[in-house]
């Protein structure tokens, strides 16, 4: 007999992975930050064939290889517009980023915007007067914007979140509060729920967690985001293929579900389903009669 968790499986969106191409001539790998260029190919027919992956609805994020070259992003997720929405990345502090907003926002597969500040550094650009030019076109033309930000970031994510209360906002991978910042940071990511329009991703705790799977020391974290932001504001990602290796991606979100042990399936559906629909429009796709 089929368990309850399998029908579930079934029904999971997948708010977090990243895809890219080995024809490095048509599609070249750009800035990076420092990451190394990889070795291997993630493309979208591979993250399919990967077993648990097969028909599930995915928002691809777009990979800092590329740096602000959509193209690759964009061509898989036209190649299967019934499964896929896509989050192009936004340099908040380069000149015509609003007008480039404009332009990705206009695409109908763009779910929302990504905006990477990592490091030590204070990123106070984030908060400067033309990064609030970039906040209210998003939330203008009610384009979520997810935040790839270190726990030092953090504060900064509230500054914006308090000064544009209509900007949906969404912290990628728990604020990469790794369970040896739980302690410090830990109350500083869940003191956001104060802010109703901050969301988070629990994505890629098996990076996060210095653990075997299921990564136990971080249950606790997600245990508080659960209590002070509720499943709407909630949200599950893979981060595939960056996936521990040896963690099957069938099994990235049993953490999750072994942690929220005693959640309601209903709570756990709006975490693996519900509030990434409503954020980034795949209902919308299937309404227009292009489902596959």
Known sequence: MESKASKEDARIIDAHAHVWSSNVLEYPFGPHDGLPVPLSEASIDTYFATPGASGRDVLLIQPRVYGYDHAYLYECALAIESRVRVLPSIGVARRGAVNELRRLASHPLTAGFRVVALGSDP????????????????????????????????????????????????????????????????????????????????????????????????????????????????????DWPHVRQGVAYDQCHDPIREALAEASEHDLHKIFNRTATRLFGFRSIYQQGKEL
Request: glycine content about 6%; overall charge negative; some cysteine.
């Open 123 to 238: 990123a106070n650009w984030l908060c400067e007067p033309r990064a609030h030019l970039v906040w209210e076109a998003a939330a203008e033309l009610a384009m979520p914007v997810g935040f790839l930000v270190d726990v030092e970031q953090l504060r900064l994510v509230d500054k914006i979140a308090s000064a544009h209360p209509d900007l949906v906002i969404i912290v990628d991978h728990l604020g990469r509060c790794h369970s040896g910042l739980q302690s410090e940071f830990g109350p500083v990511l869940v003191k956001l729920a104060a802010r109703n329009n901050v969301h988070v991703k629990l994505s890629a705790i098996d990076a996060l967690s210095v653990e075997k799977f299921p990564f136990v020391d971080m249950w606790p974290l997600v245990g508080m985001l659960f209590q002070e932001f509720g499943p709407s504001r909630l949200m599950w990602g893979s």
